[in-house]
């Protein structure tokens, strides 16, 4: 992904009664009211909120409704990164603040691969979630207790996280495709007391059975003390059944109907303590167990769902994800607005490309999230929405997971819908929410996240730690944050936590994101640092030629590493062609014309090989760590991490490397 140009042309833009008619917008207008100022646009608010943190925390409590028992006075005690105390007198409860709501407004709707559909409502939602919520404390689940959940994207799993988060508990899962391995360097490291799982999903066509990992998972960890099977696949009878010989393992419905009918109660616990465990990837070692608050969870998610994505109570907000990705936990954050949260369990490409855009039009989808695979993955099938559905209520697409390329910008412009804010984000697990972002009130340029966060003091530094613009660098935030996690679990010392993040600059977040703040104020994202490619002592991202390699039609996925070499790094491309396309001469250089007319000599790859799979986490990104060490004879330390841990095998040994 090269540079933009100093002008480009804006793809979309919203006009001035578009702008005026956004949430961010009448924030804007109440801080000049409030304090007296003349912020004329999103640049200058955005300046301000770095500027005035408390000042503007303290704001969007109020003007995003936040419900607890007690704010206090002070906004931001000890100000220190890490370590940071944001609202230290607060008392509030997470679930409370998703189920403000209790009316007959649609709040979940589920939609499986097999067809099936089912909608609850808010009244619903509370009544069920009052009912797990009065059996989990019955079983003596309480404050700072964990609950996992080995879960499709479903509703029982956001009542199972809502009961759980009600009583004061900490949520934590991963979803049904992990590997036994996997869940244990997961769930074996934080030792929940009761596990939420299905018995089965459904997936590409096909009926996935769970419940041997469920036993295994069982027997493995002695701290579940009781576990709930959600029917799925089967039927509650078939269900019961087949668990039947497992002790304190009862069906969800058997579970629920031992609640005697007590109203929902809201545990009231600081703006600091835990509230959910994720987990890094997990591909250089056991995965890292990030442990996010409450408060800095709920505020930065009211945030970036009301000011950044104009998300309003009678929206449809849809995210394709995981229980094992970030983007489970901010999707179901979308109920503190009141809109209805759409989850779909399956794959997005079955029974045909154009399968979720199916579903855009029958729920009548206005944000539609899905990540920068996806999109080129449809680009490549040739599918082209705009021609073939109506997406009447669609405004807004939303990609992370990897920097969108130029080219997918242009294509959701053309073929999926003109009149929309197209938003690429980024953040990730470490901060569960985003440093850059989208925002209705801006324009879209090809290639750039649109903006930096509000609040977020998000720069880029060079090697010597100064700030630049329209150079590329190290992503970094200078100032502390709500949603920092509060450190990691089994970790008393917090020495994991600051490695991880503050050993390049002390009191600084170094994010590990190659990066460039453009001129147009939006920033483009160059890959993972570690990942940075260094031939003749150059640094170059990897969405740099990812970014061309997508433009040529024979291709259908690519990885790029850099392999030692003499006493240099040359680039090394693997790519995985059409089915049916051998890797011919005339193909190598038509790949290697490609990258070098749009990017430099350096970023040429030395060698082009044909794979038949790249490896990939399984939330679906590519692990360029994991083929580099495989290319150089090293170890891959966690192979569990991994969707397809098989294709590492394809890049053992290659005769093609050897010259």
């Not at 935030?477 to 089994?490: H, K, L, R, V």
Request: aromatic share 10%.
């Amino acid at each position: 992904m090269t540079a933009p140009s100093a002008t480009p042309q804006p793809l979309w833009q919203p006009s001035a009664e578009a702008i005026a008619a956004t949430q961010v917008d009448a924030f804007r207008r109440e801080i000049n009211d409030k304090f007296g100022l003349a912020l004329a646009d999103y640049d200058a608010l955005y300046d301000w909120s770095v500027q005035n943190r408390e000042a503007f925390w303290e704001h969007l409590w109020q003007f995003s409704g936040v419900v607890a028992s007690e704010r206090g006075e002070r906004v931001l005690g000890d100000d220190s990164m890490p370590g940071a105390e944001w609202f230290p007198d607060a008392r509030l409860n997470f679930a409370e603040n998703l189920l403000k709501y209790r009316d007959n407004e649609v709040a979940l709707v589920q939609r499986l691969e097999n067809g099936s559909r089912r909608q609850v409502t808010y009244a619903e939602l509370a009544a069920e979630v009052a009912a797990v919520a009065e059996v989990l404390r019955s079983r003596g689940v309480t404050k700072g207790d964990r609950v996992a959940g080995f879960m499709p994207n479903v509703s029982e799993t956001v009542v199972a996280m809502l009961a759980a988060t009600s009583v004061g508990a900490i949520w934590t899962s991963c979803s049904p495709d992990f590997g036994i391995n996997g869940v244990f360097d997961r769930f074996g490291q934080v030792q929940p007391k009761v596990l939420f799982a299905c018995e089965g999903y459904f997936y590409n066509g096909k009926t996935l059975d769970s419940l041997p990992r469920v036993k295994e998972i069982l027997a493995r960890i002695d701290s579940i003390e009781s576990a709930v099977i959600v029917p799925v696949a089967r039927d509650e009878a078939d269900t019961a059944a087949a668990i039947a010989t497992l002790s304190a393992t009862k069906t969800y419905t058997q579970f629920k109907s031992h609640a005697q009918g007590a109203p929902l109660q809201f545990e009231q616990v600081a703006f600091s303590d835990p509230l959910y465990i994720m987990y890094s990837s997990g591909t250089t070692g056991v995965p890292k167990c990030i442990v996010h608050s409450v408060g800095g969870t709920l505020l930065q998610h009211l945030k970036e769902h009301q000011l950044h994505s104009d998300l309003r109570r009678e929206d449809s907000l849809f995210f394709y994800t995981t229980c094992g990705w970030m983007m489970w936990n901010w999707l179901v954050s979308g109920l503190a607005v009141g809109a209805t949260v759409v989850l779909y369990d399956g794959s997005p490409f079955y029974p045909a490309p154009e399968c979720l855009w199916d579903m855009a039009d029958e729920e009548s989808i206005s944000l539609f999230g899905t990540s920068a695979k996806y999109i080129a993955a449809l680009e490549k099938a040739g599918a082209k929405p705009r021609e073939t559905h109506k997406l009447d209520k669609l405004r807004a697409v939303m990609s992370t997971g990897s920097p969108l390329a130029h080219e997918g910008f242009l294509y959701v412009y053309r073929d999926i819908k003109a009149d929309l804010c197209l938003s690429s984000i980024s953040g990730g697990t470490d901060i569960l929410s985003c440093f850059s972002l989208g925002c209705p009130a801006l324009p879209v340029y090809a290639g750039q996240l649109q903006c930096r966060g509000l609040g977020m003091a998000v720069e880029v530094w060079d090697d010597d730690g100064k700030p630049v613009e329209a150079e590329k660098g190290e992503l970094v935030c200078t100032s502390s944050f709500p949603s920092m996690p509060i450190g990691f679990w089994n970790d008393p010392d917090g020495e994991k936590y600051h490695s991880a993040y503050f050993d390049s600059w002390p009191g600084i977040w170094a994010h590990g994101d190659y990066a460039e703040i453009t001129p147009q104020g939006g920033m483009v994202i160059y890959g993972r640092s570690d990942a940075v490619l260094n031939p003749g002592g150059v640094r170059i991202g990897t969405a740099e030629i990812y970014r061309q390699v997508e433009k040529v039609e024979e291709v259908v996925d690519s990885i790029c590493v850099g392999q030692e070499w003499g006493d240099d790094v040359r680039v090394v491309l693997f790519v995985v062609l059409r089915e049916g396309v051998e890797l011919t001469d005339e193909l190598v250089q038509t790949i290697r014309k490609t990258i070098r007319a749009n990017t430099t000599p350096r970023h040429v790859p030395a060698k082009v090989i044909q794979v038949a799979d790249i490896p990939r986490t399984i939330s679906g990104k590519i692990v360029e760590l994991a083929v580099r060490n495989v290319i150089h004879g090293k170890p891959v330390k966690n192979k569990d991490a991994l969707a397809n841990p098989e294709a590492l095998d394809l890049y053992v040994n290659l005769p093609e490397l050897q010259n």
